[in-house]
């Protein structure tokens, strides 16, 4: 029953070790799809700690592949200081991972007081040329997010860049994707999206952030399986020195 026991062990720690490769690269997607939508909203928060999480989490990535290297050769070799070193570094690794939550949890938090801090100024930073970093940013947004202004259309009008084309209209990134032929003219406010765009954008930063999180609680669960297997293996070669081994069925001296 004890040798059933060991061997469903050092079974179930090779198959997780090939997860942690799996994890490493789904773990290095997240922190990159992060990093990749922080240059699209950048703009609107001025924090840049707000990356802290994502670069922690391409760091675990990183490190769960040599885990797994390490976790799949020290099971087939039955080696007991590579079992060891291999539920340290896990261990150490699950401390960052819960680092990461704490840490996403709380920018998280402060995405919305970023936002609303800080969107105000680009809105007032925007000149409708494409070359301009706000403009491409606000333009970005608006289209992507279906929305229109701060709060809504209407906040154009207090905006340095209606004040000075005197057109009455709003950015065309305003115009509904469903409309043709739409000016951005205020008189046809059906034309426009309804929603303002501040609300949307805390929405957006804060999924993000969530997706960081998931990842990390996700992968701490298997990471707490991988190391109660190692350490199962370790007990049972500390106190039994001729056990069968995974790949030969031979005894271990």
């Not at 087939?76 to 840490?103: D, K, N, P, Q, Y």
């Not at 034309?191 to 930063?205: N, R």
Request: charged share 15%; proline share 2%; glycine share 8%.
């Amino acid at each position: 029953m004890g040798q059933c026991g060991i061997t469903s062990s050092k079974t179930v720690l090779v198959f997780l070790n090939l997860i942690f490769w799996a994890a490493a690269g789904i773990l290095c997607y997240v922190g990159a799809y992060v990093f990749i939508t922080y240059d699209d909203y950048d703009h609107f928060f001025e924090d840049v700690y707000t990356l802290i999480p994502a670069v922690v989490i391409i760091a675990v990535g990183t490190l769960l592949f040599i885990i797994g290297l390490i976790g799949c050769c020290a099971t087939i070799r039955e080696s007991r200081c590579g079992l060891a070193t291999f539920v340290i570094i896990l261990l150490l690794v699950f401390v960052t991972e819960v680092v990461v939550v704490v840490l996403g949890y709380i920018y998280r938090a402060k995405v919305e007081d970023e936002v609303n801090h800080s969107i105000k100024k680009v809105y007032d930073a925007y000149n409708g040329t494409n070359p301009d970093a706000a403009s491409r940013a606000i333009d970005y947004v608006q289209r992507q997010l279906h929305c229109c202004g701060i709060h809504d259309y209407t906040d154009w009008e207090t905006t340095n860049w209606f004040k000075e084309t005197k057109n009455n209209s709003v950015p065309l990134s305003c115009c509904k994707a469903t409309v043709s032929n739409c000016t951005g003219i205020l008189a046809r406010p059906t034309d426009l999206y309804g929603e303002g765009c501040e609300v949307l954008v805390v929405k957006k930063l804060q999924e993000i952030m969530m997706y960081v999180i998931w990842a990390a609680l996700g992968f701490a669960a298997i990471q707490l399986l991988g190391m109660l297997c190692a350490c199962i293996v370790l007990c049972r070669r500390s106190k039994d020195p001729a056990y069968e081994l995974l790949i030969t069925g031979g005894t271990y001296a």
